[in-house]
């Protein structure tokens, strides 16, 4: 009988426990292998689909040549050392020594395997540093293509690109080079310790053989003429400090601290070279006063002194020692922004207060495209009447301007984008390739309202897309590529699945389609499949019958991450925005080059920029030099170089040649919707507050500093970085600052309408109006800045004093009270400052949204003109212009046949006047009777206290 023993079993079972956790190890790691193969090869076959396979080789090789280039000089480094200490004889331990047990362990071990653990350590360390190295793959390939400024600092007297392109460069090759060989003296020390070349002893300092003393002081000497190149390098930083009054060199950083940085330079190299002739002499005494006197000069001569200058001369006399770097700063800040010598149009502005009806008749083209329509309230309003089914979305609402019945028009658009997460159905099918794509665009006349309903007045609504102008017809009206798009998604097109185009009308049925576009990737074998389901992770992409070798993956849908990927140096504007172009829809977005190395420049004040805005938050040099197009269908991507002459630009271009066009060979069609971008404007407008002071005292004494001022409006916006917010966690709406808008107008002393950017200004910690300032859109003039200067002996309202105005008017107020009755919220839209002639008008949209109800709806309009005039509010913008200014005969030009009909017409006697106020006043009165009959208190009273206003209007012209 075989007995067995307890526990015999269990040894077999706990081996094969280990097997299986060594194979589920190496799985993981070939998984893993595998993971980041395919994601590498299905990037490159991305890159190839776009037409940007340069891209993909230049970034990769540049990270991988960059990298082993670190890795092989940090490992060589670190091996010679370990070979130089290997060659120091070996001392005999002393008995005794604390240590000399784990001495004599490490001895037998280096002894017997010396090649391979220096190369294994030289290898481990030079990977951990070289690595890193790629991290500068940027830097560097500007580095390689430079292009000069031509224009140099007034310090150094050096072309600008040296501080762009080159000083980056040389900063982190010095840096690195200091930890190489901190790191090489580190594992030095402890590897002759452990070799007896460093001997501790009880009660007695260290013993130190010749030889060590002779290897650590070169490296002392290396770390020293290093530590020289960063000194002089730190010399040319001078030109960002924050010392004196201003950012860049000032008078104590050039007077004191940069005599100050050679001094500690020339130091430096005394150190290094004491450092090597005491490899002939005994002790350390000749290190320890370099370095004990380098210790005191960087102490007073770096810190002291320059503080004391700052403190007891420049203090004292600041403006008259810092004026010529006040001068120096100011131009720099204004020639990084854009906004230099010749680049800002200066205009005087009357802000009179004798506007006329002729005059509003005269500039009835301006009239008649004031936005009346808050983008905040159209992304709710557009949302509820034309997102038609919950899988499609109305994200935002963009201005724009087509022409239209042969005028120039600006309107509002938006895009019905794919909704991924609010799906009819659930399941990789019908998330990946029934529902891929959105329908069709959304537009409708800024300034016009549904006289019925108080909702906008489409000009392109529903699905397919249907117009009620001819050149708004849309051809290819689905949308796979959008700025809604989620980062990392994707869907598969051309399948055997037909995917959902767009709700038939009729019945719960939809029209189906198969893609029809040249986008993605295509599934053409096994691999690829293979790979795709790799990189998503996916294994129905491997699997799936429904996939043919026909099928392509749609992936980096959304349009900004796209431009990110082929045009990694540049930065995208906050706000893609839609565009009809020969009957297909396209994407038009900003690009931006940008650094924060421009000498004596301010760093950005990023304030109004939105939370998700892709500039950085220190950069102070911006040029938007590319615009990019890319096509909702296929996003096919085309970047045109508008500003070719940008250094930047032309280094980025001089690495990726093929990714750029040149902007001679955009269509006029697409010319004619480029638009000054927002975000560029924002930057602009916040730092000309402060730099449009170009005398340097006026500057130094902020005499004529400007404010944004605070937003009137209450309809929401996107977040923006420097928002306040209460305990709740809500935006505090009172501290918000005006953003700037688009208008479509004719300026003062033009003939022609303008589209343009405003953004008004107030006077430091005041409310009223000083000046504002337009930068232009229109293919003729686009970039133009114009800054336009209010009376300075005159007081203008503001915004905010406007805002406060129209809250204290007793008629407003009150049918503000009726409306908001029965739980309705009052939504005040964007307050617009709209110059007409040498006049402003102020007009500020009243929208009313219904308890429980998300869609908004226009009801009133506020017109303010002038301190004298009472604030006047009306249903309509024509309204409230005639019950301000009259009517007026409109101005032909001898030129045309015929009046506009939007025109106002009247004979000079008033007698047309008086009879349309008394059409209006019966009409305000029966849909008052009408409003009482329905139950409406609020409509009723509102309509009567109109009436009774045009009444009083009406008498006055009677008796004038």
Not at 14 to 39: C, P, Y
Not at 188 to 198: P, Q, T
Not at 307 to 325: C, D, G, S, T
Request: glycine share 6%.
């Amino acid at each position: 009988m075989i007995r067995m023993e307890p526990g015999s079993f269990r040894r077999p079972r706990r081996r094969s426990s280990r097997w299986l956790v060594l194979v589920a190890a190496i799985a993981f790691v070939l998984l893993m292998t595998l993971s980041g193969v395919a994601t590498a090869w299905t990037d490159y076959l991305w890159f190839s689909s776009v037409d940007a396979t340069s891209v993909w080789v230049t970034t990769l090789l540049s990270r991988v040549l960059l990298g082993l280039a670190g890795f092989a000089v940090a490992a060589l480094v670190i091996w010679v050392n370990l070979e130089v200490v290997s060659r120091c004889a070996i001392n005999p331990l002393i008995n005794g020594s604390p240590d000399d047990e784990v001495i004599r362990r490490f001895r037998r071990w280096v002894l017997g395997y010396r090649v391979r653990a220096h190369l294994a350590g030289a290898t481990i360390l030079g990977l951990l540093l070289g690595t890193s190295v790629a991290a500068w793959w940027q830097d560097v390939l500007v580095w390689l293509n430079e292009v000069p400024f031509g224009k140099t600092d007034p310090i150094f007297g050096v072309d600008i690109s040296f501080y762009v392109f080159d000083l980056p460069v040389y900063r982190n090759i010095v840096s690195w080079s200091i930890q190489l060989v901190v790191v090489t003296a580190l594992v030095s020390l402890a590897y002759h310790y452990l070799s007896g070349g460093i001997q501790r002893l009880p009660n007695r300092l260290p013993l130190v053989s010749r030889g060590v003393k002779s290897h650590l002081s070169v490296l002392l000497a290396a770390l020293a003429i290093l530590k020289a190149v960063a000194y002089r390098l730190d010399s040319y930083e001078l030109l960002y400090s924050t010392r004196g009054a201003i950012f860049g060199a000032s008078y104590t950083d050039v007077n004191a601290h940069r005599p100050a940085l050679t001094l500690l330079m020339a130091i430096s190299i005394l150190g290094a070279g004491l450092l090597l002739w005491n490899m002939r002499q005994a002790g350390w005494l000749l290190p320890a006063v370099a370095g004990g006197l380098w210790l005191i000069v960087s102490v007073v001569v770096g810190g002291v002194i320059p503080a004391a200058i700052e403190r007891f001369r420049v203090q004292p006399n600041q403006f008259n020692l810092e004026r010529p770097y006040i001068e120096n700063h100011i131009e720099f800040t204004l020639d990084a922004y854009g906004m230099g010598e010749g680049q800002v149009e200066t205009r005087d502005f009357a802000a009179s207060p004798d506007l006329t009806g002729e005059d509003i008749a005269g500039n009835q083209a301006t009239i008649s495209n004031v936005k009346l329509w808050d983008p905040g309230v159209l992304v709710p309003a557009y949302s509820q009447l034309q997102a038609i089914r919950p899988y499609y979305q109305i994200s935002n609402v963009d201005t724009d301007r087509y022409v239209i019945d042969g005028e120039l028009t600006q309107v509002m658009i938006a895009a019905r984008e794919l909704d991924s997460e609010d799906l009819p159905a659930e399941g990789w099918v019908n998330e990946k390739l029934v529902y891929t794509h959105g329908f069709g665009e959304v537009i409708s006349r800024a300034n016009d309202v549904n006289p019925t309903t108080g909702e906008p007045d489409f000009l392109v609504r529903d699905v397919p897309p249907e117009s009620i102008v001819s050149e708004l017809q849309t051809l290819q009206p689905r949308i796979y590529f959008g700025e809604a798009a989620t980062t990392g998604s994707y869907v598969i097109t051309r399948t055997k699945q037909q995917e959902v185009d767009f709700p038939s009308g009729e019945d719960d049925t939809v029209v189906r389609n198969t893609y029809e576009g040249e986008g993605g990737v295509q599934l053409s074998n096994f691999a690829v499949r293979f790979a795709m389901a790799l990189r998503f992770g996916d294994l129905n992409t491997l699997i799936s019958p429904e996939l043919t070798p026909e099928s392509r993956v749609l992936m980096v849908r959304n349009v900004v991450d796209r431009l990110a990927r082929v045009a990694p140096f540049m930065h995208a504007d906050n706000d893609p925005y839609l565009a009809l172009i020969d009957g297909r829809l396209v994407w038009i977005v900003d690009l931006y080059a940008t650094t924060d190395r421009y000498p004596y420049s301010a760093p950005v004040i990023d304030e109004r920029l939105g939370i998700t805005s892709d500039l950085s938050r220190d950069f102070n040099y911006i040029r938007n030099s590319v615009k990019a197009v890319v096509d909702a269908e296929d996003g096919t991507m085309t970047l045109y170089v508008l500003e070719p002459t940008d250094p930047l630009t032309q280094a980025y271009r001089n690495v990726f040649p093929e990714v750029f066009t040149d902007a001679s060979e955009m269509s006029e069609e697409l010319r004619g919707h480029l638009r000054y971008p927002e975000d560029m404007f924002r930057v602009q407008s916040e730092m000309y507050a402060t730099y449009h002071q170009l005398d340097p005292q006026d500057f130094f004494q902020d005499e004529d500093k400007w404010d944004i001022p605070g937003d009137p409006a209450t309809s929401d916006r996107e977040l923006l970085r420097g928002d306040a917010f209460d305990q709740a966690g809500r935006v505090r709406k009172d501290l918000r600052q005006s953003l700037p808008y688009y208008m479509l107008m004719r300026l003062p002393d033009e003939e022609d309408l303008s589209y343009l950017i405003f953004q008004s200004f107030n006077p430091a910690s005041r409310n009223n109006m000083t000046a504002f300032l337009v930068a232009k859109s229109g293919p003729a003039d686009y970039g133009k800045i114009i800054d336009y200067r209010l009376p300075r002996g005159v007081l203008t309202n503001g915004l905010e004093q406007v805002s406060a105005r129209i809250d204290q008017d007793p008629v407003i107020s009150q049918q503000f009270t009726l409306l908001g009755q029965q739980g309705s919220e009052i939504i005040r839209g964007n307050m617009l400052v709209v110059p007409v002639e040498e006049s402003l008008l102020f007009i500020q949209p009243i929208y009313l949204r219904a308890e429980g109800v998300l869609l908004p709806e226009f009801k009133r309009v506020v017109v303010v003109f002038g301190d004298q005039t009472t604030p006047i509010m009306s249903e309509s913008l024509d309204a409230a212009l005639a019950e301000i200014f009259g009517s007026a005969r409109a101005v032909v030009d001898p030129d045309e046949d015929t009046v506009s009909e939007d025109a106002v017409t009247a004979p000079s006697d008033g007698s047309d006047e008086v009879q349309a106020t008394v059409l209006r006043i019966d009409r305000l009165l029966t849909e008052a009777d009408a409003a009482l009959r329905s139950g409406d208190l609020g409509e009723y009273q509102a309509k009567v206290d109109e009436a009774a206003r045009l009444t009083d209007h009406l008498v006055g012209l009677l008796e004038g």
